[in-house]
């Protein structure tokens, strides 16, 4: 390997041509075992959530990409390291000026559901009067229900169409009121 600029390994976004996500974490991960450089790339990410869709009627859970168009990979940046993820089949770059690679910081990590020390302030409890901040139920007012902070996720019922509905927000979409 070549020179090291750290040897730790940190988070990084890559930018795939839209749908080539799994082909590009899949070829990484084949290229990582037939080179052997696994202390190198570590980890490789293409984040998912759970997505209700109601087709016909009929309710089913699919999974959907969250940042379609983006990999995260979790690598010790070398310039070899760089060329082989660079070079991949599908990739059009790393996310980050001139395209020069910039490591997610913990904040973003955590608010990306990976692993992270990092812990966002929480001023309110269950049962709790919250507003809403941001996301597609900005301003909507609700109650905690209940807080999960491994997953940083909050469940609050918020008052639609006449009725309590239970949702499930990120700790950082909502301030209490």
């Known amino acids: 390997m070549t020179e090291e600029t750290n040897n730790e390994a940190l988070w990084y976004v890559i930018h795939t041509y839209s749908g080539y996500e799994n082909k590009v974490k899949a070829t990484l991960e084949r290229i990582v075992e037939n080179r052997g450089i696994s202390e190198y790339i570590q980890e490789i990410e293409v984040p998912m959530e759970d997505f209700t869709e109601i087709k016909d009627g009929k309710t089913k859970i699919v999974q959907r990409k969250i940042y379609p168009g983006y990999v995260l990979v979790k690598m010790v940046l070398t310039d070899e390291i760089w060329y082989i993820v660079r070079n991949t089949r599908g990739v059009t770059g ?59 996720k909050v469940k609050v019922l918020v008052s639609m169409f006449g009725r309590e509905t239970p949702v499930e927000l990120e700790l950082t979409q909502i301030m209490r009121i």
């Open 94 to 152: 790393f996310v980050g000026p001139n395209s020069k690679p910039v490591a997610l910081s913990e904040e973003e990590l955590a608010l990306m559901g990976l692993e992270s020390s990092w812990e966002p302030e929480v001023d309110y409890g269950v049962g709790d009067s919250i507003k809403v901040i941001s996301g597609p139920l900005e301003s909507f007012i609700g109650t905690v229900e209940e807080i999960n902070f491994d997953k940083k």
